[in-house]
Each structure stands twice: as C-alpha cells, then as structure tokens.
C-alpha cells in the first residue's frame, strides 16, 4: 500500500504543477500586465524562429548546419519590446473604442484588426527585423518589397479566423498569449521568408 499511496502522491504533484504555472501566470499577469505579456511574447517568438530554424534543418538531408542563435535571439527582442507591450495596448484600446455592445462590434474590431493593425504590425516586423539584423535601409526596403504583400496576404488568410475568436471571444487579458500561441507557427512561416 505505501508504494501507491506515494506515487499517487507523485501524480498528484505534477498534476498541481501546471496549476502552480497557471496560478503564478495569472498572478503576475494581476500584478504587471504588460511586462508578462512582453515576456511572454519574447519567448513564444524565440521558440518560433527555434521552431523554423528545426524545420528547415530536417527538410535538408545530410545538413549539418549548425541552429543560428542570433535568429532566436532577435525574435525575443522582437516579441519583448514590440509584440507583446503593442498587442497589449491595442487590444486595450480596440476594446474601448468598439466595446461590445456597440452594433456589428465583432466584425468592426476585426476590420479594424485586419486592415490597420495586420499591415502596420507586418511593416513594422520588416523593419525591425531589418535592423536587427543589421541591414540598410536599401536592403530593408527590398525585403519589404519582395515579402510584404505575399506575407499580408498569408497573414489575412491565417490570421483572420484566428483574431475573429480573439478579438471577440477570448478575455481581454488572455488576448496576447493566444495569439502568442498562434504566432509561435506564424513567426516560423515569416522566419522561413528570411533566408
């Protein structure tokens, strides 16, 4: 009887640690809304370009190529300073000027999304990502010429769905770590437009 009433204790525990995770996520989510974003946001995109680089390496046969981890790190960066505080203040602010009882709000917060946000976003995704991985300005223009339209383009096709459910039945303070979520696979799509 001892061993199973100790590894029932043992399932127990890991059972109780993704609610301890979960608990401790909401708390400082309580106590400091945008920098957990932003955390959340710098490592969900680092795992992203992670998840990319992995990708990319297991389509080539025999590669031996080494994971680059400037590309993580840069996408951290991304996802700390710009992702995760801009998401955070553009939900705030969408959810203010179009609340919900506002007539049609669920499709005016996605339009609003969709057509201003979604391009800007990118844009400014190009432009960063261009810098940090120190470009001019010549050859971040010519990135934004080759890859912008074709990435909005997929952005409008992935995203739309996706921000839909977001932006109309997801809580306001889980907004940005779902689309985290999401992004973890889009950042590795836009990370495989780099190289």
């Known amino acids: 009887m001892a061993p199973a009433a100790s590894r029932l204790?043992?399932?127990?525990?890991?059972?109780?640690?993704?609610?301890?995770?979960?608990?401790?996520?909401?708390?400082?989510?309580?106590?400091?809304?945008?920098?957990?974003?932003?955390?959340?946001?710098?490592?969900?995109?680092?795992?992203?370009?992670?998840?990319?680089?992995?990708i990319k390496k297991r389509k080539k046969e025999n590669c031996s190529q080494k994971l680059d981890v400037?590309?993580?790190?840069?996408?951290?960066?991304?996802?700390?300073?710009?992702?995760?505080?801009?998401?955070?203040?553009?939900?705030?602010?969408?959810?203010?000027?179009?609340?919900?009882?506002?007539?049609?709000?669920?499709?005016?917060?996605?339009?609003?999304d969709r057509l201003l946000f979604a391009p800007a976003f990118l844009l400014l995704f190009f432009v960063v990502m261009n810098f940090l991985e120190g470009g001019d300005a010549a050859a971040g223009a010519a990135k934004v010429r080759s890859a912008f339209w074709p990435a909005l383009q997929m952005n409008w096709r992935v995203w739309t769905p996706v921000q839909f459910i977001n932006v109309n039945y997801v809580p306001i303070q889980f907004r940005v770590l779902f689309a985290n979520l999401v992004a973890l696979f889009w950042y590795a799509y836009l990370a495989s437009l780099g190289k």
């Open 70 to 112: 400037s590309g993580p790190l840069r996408y951290a960066i991304y996802g700390f300073f710009f992702t995760g505080p801009l998401s955070h203040f553009f939900y705030l602010f969408m959810e203010h000027w179009i609340p919900p009882e506002v007539p049609w709000a669920g499709v005016k917060r996605l339009l609003l």
């Open 9 to 54: 204790r043992a399932e127990a525990g890991l059972g109780a640690l993704p609610r301890r995770a979960l608990a401790q996520y909401l708390r400082l989510l309580q106590l400091y809304p945008v920098l957990t974003k932003a955390a959340t946001s710098g490592i969900l995109s680092a795992l992203g370009n992670f998840l990319a680089q992995t």
